[in-house]
Each structure stands twice: as structure tokens, then as C-alpha cells.
């Protein structure tokens, strides 16, 4: 995968005693799309994002997904570069060239019972013809494979954001870091603990499977 670039500007110094640092465990769509719009956001204060990733490549599970037109217009809410990203690797979905994803279509690929009586064998194969399309709206339903939207996602995130190759073990809240180093802390912060042994700390952490 390409090195990520960034259009976004850089996010200000995590020292910053005035700013708020947040941890996203997991680099996947829902990872990296919560990041981008954590930076898109209005915070009275400098909002710093990392993400840890346990892999040692980022990559999307699965094969397909699909946006209907509310689906994108969430996105756009979230940060509008991610209905560009839509855009930018969407498939075409329908016949008609001038609008090409304006309905959703049904492909009966295996005829059942219902087909008796009407001079079609049970089990003939009939992959390939429409048996129903539902109309989705303009541009309402475009669909892309999962792998090529995060790598249009990632391309949009300052690099440094995303840190591979960290499994997280264990987060442990303020009060639990005091016992489990024997002292106390200031600032409340959440740490996150390796399998490596390494440690990080945030004042918030969520997890972000998918």
C-alpha cells in the first residue's frame, strides 16, 4: 500500500498541556474513518488522534460494501473527503449510463419452487437475469471493494497517525494505573499496554474493530 499523504493540517503538539489526546485501537474503515473526523471537528481545544493497529499491514477484510445516498451524506458530515473517496472508487450499478446508480438491482441466480408451473425446472440456473430493481434515488447506491476505500481513507490522514504492529493487551484506566505502578499520576490519563511491553497513554481510548 501507498504511504499515506495528508490534507489535513498538522495537528497541533501533544504536549500541549491544553489539548486532548485520543487513542483508536484499530486501523480498519471504522478506525481510520472516526479519525479523520475527529480532525474534522470544531474542539474548543487542540484534538490530537493516534491509532494502533496490530497488524504490520493495513488492510480491509472482506470484499465488497456499499453506500446508499444516506449513507454518503454521513460521511460527508463526518469530513466531506470521504464521500470524495466514494466517488473516486465506486463501481457503476445499472444500465442506464446517465445515471448509472439509480437502482438497486436483484439477480435471481437459483430458481425455487415458486417456478413450478410456469414451464421452468426446479434448480435451472438462471444466474445473470434481473428479477427486480428498487429505485435508490439519484446516485443512491454505489458500491466499492472495502480494501480500495481505506486506502482512499488512509490517504487523507496525516502521516505518523496510524502506528502498525501494536497489539493492545490491556487499557487501564487512571485509578488502575496508580496500583499498578505503585504511585499516583496527574491528568487522568487512560494507558494502553503492548504485547511488546511498550505503553501509551490518552485521555480517551475507544476501540474501533470492524
Known amino acids: 500500500m501507498p504511504e499515506a499523504t495528508s490534507t489535513i493540517k498538522p495537528m497541533p503538539d501533544p ?38 493497529e496490530q497488524s504490520s499491514t493495513l488492510h480491509a477484510p472482506g470484499a465488497g460494501i456499499a453506500f446508499t445516498a444516506n ?22 450499478n445499472g444500465e442506464d449510463p446517465e445515471r448509472p446508480n439509480d437502482y438497486m438491482q436483484f439477480v ?8 413450478k408451473g410456469a414451464g421452468i425446472k426446479v434448480g435451472q440456473d438462471l444466474a445473470g437475469k434481473k428479477v427486480y430493481r428498487l429505485h435508490a434515488g439519484r446516485r443512491g447506491f454505489e458500491g466499492c471493494h472495502r480494501q480500495e476505500f481505506l486506502e482512499g481513507v488512509l490517504k487523507e490522514l496525516r502521516g505518523g497517525v496510524v502506528v ?4 493492545v493487551e490491556s487499557v487501564l ?14 491528568g487522568g490519563k487512560t494507558q494502553l499496554v503492548f504485547s ?13 474493530l470492524s
Open 15 to 52: 504536549s500541549n498541556a491544553e489539548s486532548l489526546s485520543i487513542a483508536i485501537i484499530g486501523a480498519g474503515i471504522t478506525g481510520t474513518v472516526l479519525a479523520l473526523g475527529l480532525t474534522n471537528r470544531p474542539f474548543p481545544i487542540p484534538v490530537t488522534v493516534q491509532i494502533y
Open 71 to 92: 449513507a454518503r451524506k454521513c460521511l460527508s458530515l463526518i469530513n466531506s473527503a470521504l464521500e470524495d473517496c466514494v466517488t473516486r472508487v465506486g463501481t457503476r
Open 108 to 115: 435471481d441466480g437459483y430458481t425455487w419452487d415458486r417456478t
Open 164 to 167: 502498525l504492529g501494536k497489539r
Open 173 to 186: 484506566p487512571d485509578q488502575d494505573q496508580d496500583q499498578d505502578q505503585g504511585g499516583s499520576r496527574d
Open 196 to 208: 511488546d511491553g511498550s505503553r501509551a497513554e490518552a485521555d480517551v481510548g475507544t476501540s474501533a
